[in-house]
C-alpha cells in the first residue's frame, strides 16, 4: 500500500496554471499507476489523466484535458505532478490522486485501492 499526498490546489483566474503534486509514502512508487480524478459539486469522479508505473511510458487523457494538462512522474522523489495549463472555470473541482499496483492507467476509479485527500482547484471567469 502506499499513502498519498496532494498538494498545489488554489484560486486561479482563467488562462491561468497550476501544478499539482502526488507525494507518495509506503511501498515502491514505481511499481504504481497513477491517475488523477476529480470531482466537482453534485457530480461524479471523473478520470482526468494517468500514468503507467514505471519511467511512466504511457500516459492517457481524458478528452477535456487533452492539450492542456500534462502528468509525468519522478520516481526518485516518490511524485507525480499534474501540470494543468490554460485552466477553464469548468475544472473547478477537488483533485485526487489515485495508484493502483499494476502497469496500466485504469479511468475507473473503483479499480484504485490507494487514494489522497483531494485538493481543491477553483477556477474563476
Known amino acids: 500500500q502506499v499513502q498519498l499526498v496532494e498538494s498545489g490546489g488554489g484560486l486561479v483566474q482563467a488562462g491561468g496554471s497550476l501544478r499539482l503534486s502526488c507525494a507518495a509514502s509506503?511501498?515502491?512508487?514505481?511499481?504504481?499507476?497513477v491517475g488523477w480524478f476529480r470531482q466537482a459539486p453534485g457530480k461524479g469522479r471523473e478520470f482526468v489523466v494517468g500514468?503507467?508505473?514505471?519511467?511512466?511510458?504511457?500516459?492517457e487523457y481524458a478528452e477535456s484535458a487533452e492539450g492542456r494538462f500534462t502528468i509525468s512522474r519522478d520516481n526518485a522523489k516518490n511524485t507525480v505532478y499534474l501540470q494543468m495549463d490554460n485552466l477553464k472555470p469548468e475544472d473547478t473541482a477537488v483533485y485526487y490522486c489515485?495508484?493502483?499496483?499494476?502497469?496500466?492507467?485504469?479511468?475507473?476509479?473503483?479499480?484504485?485501492?490507494?487514494w489522497g485527500q483531494g485538493t481543491q482547484i477553483s477556477v474563476s471567469s
Open positions: 509506503g511501498d515502491t512508487f514505481s511499481s504504481y499507476a
Open positions: 500514468i503507467s508505473w514505471g519511467g511512466g511510458t504511457t500516459t
Open positions: 489515485a495508484a493502483r499496483r499494476t502497469f496500466w492507467v485504469s479511468r475507473d476509479s473503483i479499480d484504485y485501492a490507494n
